[in-house]
């Protein structure tokens, strides 16, 4: 052995540990301080125009300048020396009128927006009428809108960045760095070392859905580049009674008339963060305990005339995404699908009532908003003897934004209504934003049991009140007499929990009765996300509504999920109730998904111009990142560059140099022994 390569084998071991064991930092990133807990505004388009905000490719930099007032953002807009800047403001500040005003401006590259030591009185930045272009024509008037506080923020085109940060301590920390580095002799600014953030959330979508959908179908070569999915998912539904009757349960039952109970599902905001408490989470807490309810009051050994199909409706809120899915499918008869060996056909004329649950905040009135003209008198009459202590009024010739629109632009004298809190414009300040969360709706989880009454008046006795009124009116409706029986009122319990599911905790007791995955403990957002990528709370609303309308075929067993299933009938192992969610029972359900993507990207030549349907896609995007970093003065960076140019000029002489000289400086080494004889 050559022992004179030992000293060349253990420095290779050393570097090799050093390189497994030392988490290496690129110089350029120690920088940079990185904060967490912040969520961007990204971009989304439609068959027009592009709206959101983006940042520079490589992100957007800028100095912090910490704003308490609107006299803090004039004044970086007339006198700021160092721009571009970051201006950090409350949500207060972050108006139609300021907006503008920070876009015309050279001085900005994006906006850090915070909370602010108050709840904002309101904060919506959605239309003043939503879906204006979806929605009936004259059910929005500029002398009355629905949303009277909304700016259209979340229309507007951004060229910056905007971030909104939640979390105290990183407003508080940008703050003393701002006020350590920066808020001082701002005539000077330029000479000195600043403050300064970078956001990072470059979009790569642009123009609008046609030209962006037309460029990710390029194939220019073997991995094509993909610029921006359409927004989609799925709705969900489920059929009181099965559609299907005889001993295997495969004959199909058409001869039923059918009323339609709806909710949405999804909420947006300007940002990533979605909670939609009032809206729509108060309508989706009613439709599943009315739906809950019901099932527990109504025989299922009669033949009825009339079956309940209860839908979840998923991206109403652009364009009703779902809805004109839904009713497409019925007008070319594949609902509930395409095959017509198990299931009956339904089609639109098959729908003899259409209800839709709208927000329901505990208010002092229900109002049933209808238009004239439609078949309605007698189940309002059944509503109102039904209301119990709930205050019932009816608003004719007025509907505001639901999934109704969509049911009445294909069939105009459909008898449907819209249960809601408000009368004429919304009761909710924050519709479609960030603010829309429990604190604004006042929830408190009470951690019921099945036997617990609530003496307090709050939302949880509010919704019960609603889904009772309706359910005994559904009960009336379909068996011709009042139910009589023992139980009174919704199940208070449930609809707390529901509450709790969705708004404070993913991991409650709802979602482990009806499967068993250990969930985050955050809320799960309702934003109606993008085809490819569903969004699991749709499938925990689908299985919630597949548990209170399902019927129990025997204790749960391993066999369960194996029973003969089709697009009718599936079974799934769930708890017996929420008091007990370790006895798990067979459930054979009703409950199936369908598509929640617009039409618009399904048919064949579609006129993108023409307006039917929904076309809103989402840019992909790639790294989302906010990072505090101190930006040297400008004489620093001019000395910095003039410094790295005079070495680099003097390496190029220098290895010419070199280069010139080798045959001097690199001689060769002579042989010091007489050659080998060959």
């Not at 807009?77 to 972050?94: D, E, H, M, S, W």
């Not at 004329?349 to 238009?371: P, R």
């Amino acid at each position: 052995m050559d022992f004179t390569l030992k000293p060349v084998f253990l420095l290779t071991i050393v570097l090799l540990y050093v390189a497994i064991n030392v988490n290496a930092i690129r110089t350029k990133d120690k920088m940079y301080e990185n904060i967490d807990a912040s969520k961007a505004c990204f971009r989304r388009l439609n068959a027009t125009h592009q709206i959101g905000c983006t940042s520079k490719r490589g992100g957007s930099t800028g100095v912090i300048h910490y704003c308490r007032s609107q006299s803090d953002l004039d004044f970086i807009l007339k006198n700021g020396t160092a721009p571009p800047y970051v201006p950090v403001i409350p949500t207060n500040l972050f108006t139609m009128s300021n907006v503008n005003r920070l876009k015309q401006s050279s001085k900005i590259s994006g906006v850090l927006l915070y909370a602010g030591d108050e709840n904002p009185d309101y904060f919506t930045h959605e239309q003043q009428c939503p879906n204006p272009e979806s929605s009936l024509k004259g059910t929005c008037k500029a002398s009355s809108v629905w949303n009277p506080h909304g700016t259209g923020l979340l229309y507007q085109d951004i060229p910056f960045p905007v971030f909104f940060v939640e979390n105290e301590e990183t407003i508080k920390f940008a703050k003393e760095c701002f006020d350590k580095y920066n808020n001082h002799s701002f005539s000077t600014q330029r000479d000195r070392s600043l403050c300064s953030l970078q956001l990072t959330s470059f979009m790569y979508a642009a123009t609008n859905s046609s030209t962006c959908i037309r460029r990710s179908n390029m194939i220019t070569n073997l991995n094509p580049v993909k610029f921006c999915d359409p927004l989609g998912d799925n709705n969900a539904w489920a059929s009181l009674f099965p559609l299907v009757r005889g001993p295997n349960l495969t004959e199909p039952i058409r001869d039923v008339g059918y009323i339609v109970v709806a909710a949405r599902m999804d909420a947006t905001s300007m940002f990533d963060k979605t909670e939609g408490a009032i809206s729509p989470v108060t309508g989706l807490v009613a439709l599943l305990a009315t739906a809950k309810y019901l099932k527990t009051i109504l025989p299922t050994d009669e033949n009825f005339t009339k079956n309940v199909l209860f839908v979840v409706f998923n991206g109403e809120t652009y364009d009703y995404i779902g809805s004109q899915r839904f009713v497409y499918e019925l007008l070319k008869g594949n609902f509930p699908t395409k095959s017509k060996e198990f299931l009956p056909e339904i089609r639109m004329d098959d729908i003899d009532l259409f209800i839709e649950l709208s927000q329901l905040n505990k208010t002092e009135t229900v109002v049933a908003h209808y238009l004239s003209g439609t078949k309605l008198k007698d189940f309002l009459l059944k509503l109102r003897t039904n209301k119990g202590d709930l205050s019932f009024d009816e608003a004719e010739d007025s509907l505001p934004p639901a999934s109704v629109h969509t049911f009445l632009k294909n069939r105009t004298n459909l008898p449907s209504l819209v249960l809601a809190d408000h009368r004429g414009p919304f009761l909710n300040p924050f519709y479609n934003s960030v603010y829309d969360n429990a604190s604004n709706l006042h929830y408190k989880y009470l951690n019921l049991t099945k036997d617990d009454i609530s003496q307090s008046d709050n939302i949880q006795t509010h919704v019960q009140k609603v889904a009772t009124m309706l359910a005994k009116s559904l009960y009336l409706e379909i068996t011709a007499k009042s139910y009589q029986g023992p139980e009174d009122v919704a199940d208070l319990q449930f609809i707390d929990e529901l509450f709790h599911c969705y708004l404070e905790n993913a991991n409650c007791r709802v979602h482990q009765a009806i499967q068993k995955l250990e969930l985050n403990t955050q809320p799960i957002s309702l934003y109606i996300g993008v085809e490819v990528a569903p969004n699991f709370i749709t499938t925990l609303i689908g299985l919630t509504l597949g548990w209170v309308t399902g019927d129990v075929t025997g204790p749960g067993n391993r066999n369960c999920t194996n029973e003969p299933k089709n697009y009718a009938l599936r079974y799934y192992n769930m708890s017996r109730s929420l008091d007990d969610l370790n006895t798990t029972m067979c459930y054979r359900i009703t409950m199936n998904f369908t598509e929640a993507v617009s039409p618009a990207f399904i048919i064949d030549g579609y006129d993108w111009s023409s307006g039917q349907y929904s076309t809103w896609t989402e840019s992909i995007w790639g790294d989302i990142k906010l990072r505090v970093f101190l930006k040297p003065s400008a004489a620093h960076e001019n000395m910095t560059i003039a410094v790295g140019s005079m070495v680099f000029i003097l390496a190029l002489l220098l290895v010419y140099f070199v280069k010139s000289r080798a045959h001097i400086l690199f001689a060769p080494q002579l042989p010091t022994l007489a050659p080998t004889s060959c």
